[in-house]
């Protein structure tokens, strides 16, 4: 008697064996057209490739194994966000004040993970080599999973706070939002290889840390578990994107030594550009969280000086680099960047799509505590001064739209900063190009103006805008009703739609009914 056998089933390849199959081993040599053709974009900024095999790829996974592993993710990250609204989680927040550091979160960086995905995406059709091919499109579609996580994500509040509806538009539109937008349409305006080096690795890899961390600790320190999840479950995406920056410059580096000059460049230019718009981070950290987790300047000490130039760079002196070109500006602005930026929002919030209020006696005691005599002799007094006429019943706007005074050029940010080593004088440049004045906030900004002006001179500058007739109107409501802001989104924090409910769902008064 004889029995059939059963068939064996094939073994299953190990993941560095099946990535390799589907990634690296489905590339093919073009045959009917010419590889120029194919890929147009990757000559013409001077980059030279040899070997693009020899690029690693951080993110080594299969297809199938990617999106297992990101739905495992979602399934944790929707669990929280059902917990959460269940049980009106929304009250059990420090202070609904809190809420102003989401709103410039969604305003600001929700729109970026849709732009950065749509430029991977773009990049995952026109590298050259099979694994950045496929890097591009894992970050691509992990950057629109960020957008859509995080949009779900705050819309809980949408139910009971001010504000969170319009954050596209007003992405497009509001002036302080053109600080985060003018960056990334810079970069993606760029070649490729520059857009690696301007997003991957000066962004991601340099600065991501001060961005993501110290605002999920913030959440998590002020109760909002939702953000905090939604933090959690993109980090480990975040380490592979930041992992994606440090391959692409070392890669490039490797490949040829003339193209260590242009990278140099790149990052001297890049580094700047990212920082000046972490400005808006740094403002949030020490005067809209509640709870502060830590300051600005103990973030950027952490993240930056010891992380990145103690650390990285060095490294990086093997391959010619050098740290960024103003880097030293950065370093000596880090006790009153947070302060002078601040100053702004609580100056215009009038005309932004969130509150603002005068920091509490308990705020202005950390604040002197985290930054000792450089708030107490240049800050302090201004803020005491406002108290002082709030007291009387009175709230300082500045009347009229930001900016329209002067303007940088090239990060959009009003000019309020002060020299990196005098905080009583304005920091303020100026630039000729074709018998036109232009005007930049400091060295690193005049130095970016001037080594392509062409570029820069097409900045879609708010105010201006508003004065050519192209933002609804000339007057403050026009304009405010252009950009989507509605009654109730902006202004002072205190006497507001949102700080009235806030106390009455807790039980309290306001101090007029008092």
Not at 219 to 242: I, L, V
Not at 329 to 341: G, I, N, T
Not at 384 to 394: L, M, N, S, V
Not at 447 to 465: D, G, T
Request: glycine fraction near 6%; charged fraction near 25%; charge should be negative.
């Amino acid at each position: 008697m004889t029995t059939a056998k059963t068939p064996r089933r094939a073994k299953k390849l190990p993941m560095k064996q099946r990535y390799s199959l589907l990634t690296r081993d489905l590339d093919w040599e073009p045959s009917y057209v010419e590889r120029e053709e194919l890929y147009p974009y990757t000559s013409y900024e001077g980059i030279k490739i040899h070997d693009w095999d020899g690029w690693e790829d951080p993110f080594r996974l299969t297809v199938d194994a990617y999106f297992k592993y990101q739905a495992e993710k979602d399934k944790r990250l929707y669990a929280v966000l059902d917990s959460f609204a269940q049980s009106q989680g929304h009250l059990s927040l420090s202070d609904a004040s809190y809420l102003n550091a989401i709103k410039l979160f969604i305003q600001g960086v929700t729109p970026l993970e849709y732009q950065a995905h749509r430029h991977f995406a773009y990049l995952a059709r026109y590298l050259e080599g099979p694994a950045p091919r496929f890097a591009a499109l894992c970050q691509s579609v992990d950057e629109l999973r960020h957008c859509q996580t995080q949009i779900h994500t705050i819309s809980n509040y949408n139910k009971y706070y001010d504000w969170f509806h319009s954050f596209s538009q007003m992405h497009d539109r509001v002036w302080y939002l053109s600080v985060p937008k003018s960056l990334f349409d810079d970069a993606m305006t760029a070649g490729p290889f520059e857009f690696l080096i301007s997003i991957s690795f000066s962004f991601e890899y340099l600065l991501t840390n001060l961005l993501f961390v110290p605002f999920m600790s913030g959440a998590s320190f002020n109760g909002d578990m939702p953000t905090m999840s939604f933090g959690f479950s993109a980090q480990s995406d975040e380490s592979r994107h930041m992992t994606l920056g440090l391959e692409a410059i070392k890669f490039l580096l490797e490949q040829d030594e003339d193209n260590v000059p242009i990278i140099q460049e790149w990052v001297d230019k890049w580094f700047w550009r990212a920082y000046r718009m972490s400005a808006l981070v740094a403002g949030m950290m020490d005067y809209m969280l509640p709870k502060p987790v830590m300051s600005w300047k103990e973030a950027f000490e952490l993240y930056f000086e010891q992380q990145m130039l103690g650390g990285l760079f060095p490294d990086l002196e093997f391959y010619g680099i050098k740290p960024p070109r103003h880097v030293a500006d950065a370093v000596a602005e880090k006790d009153k960047l947070s302060h002078e930026v601040y100053k702004i929002l609580h100056n215009f919030s009038f005309a932004a799509s969130f509150t603002t209020q005068t920091p509490t006696p308990e705020k202005m005691a950390w604040l002197s505590e985290q930054y000792g005599e450089a708030f107490d002799e240049f800050y302090a007094p201004t803020w005491e001064k406002h108290r002082r006429i709030e007291d009387e019943g009175g709230r300082v706007f500045f009347q009229g739209l930001p900016q329209l005074c002067q303007v940088c050029q090239v990060c959009q940010v009003p000019m309020a900063f002060t020299e990196s080593d005098d905080p009583t004088k304005i920091s303020f440049r100026t630039s000729e190009f074709k018998e036109e004045t232009y005007h930049t906030c400091s060295d690193g900004c005049q130095w970016i103006f001037e080594r392509e002006p062409e570029k820069y001179i097409q900045a879609w500058l708010p105010v201006h805008q508003i004065l050519q007739g192209n933002c609804g109107g000339p007057t403050v409501p026009e304009v405010l009703d252009w950009y989507g802001v509605q009654e109730g989104d902006n202004g002072e924090y205190k006497g507001s739609r949102d700080h009235q409910s806030w106390l009455e769902w807790h039980g309290e008064t306001t101090e007029k009914e008092a």
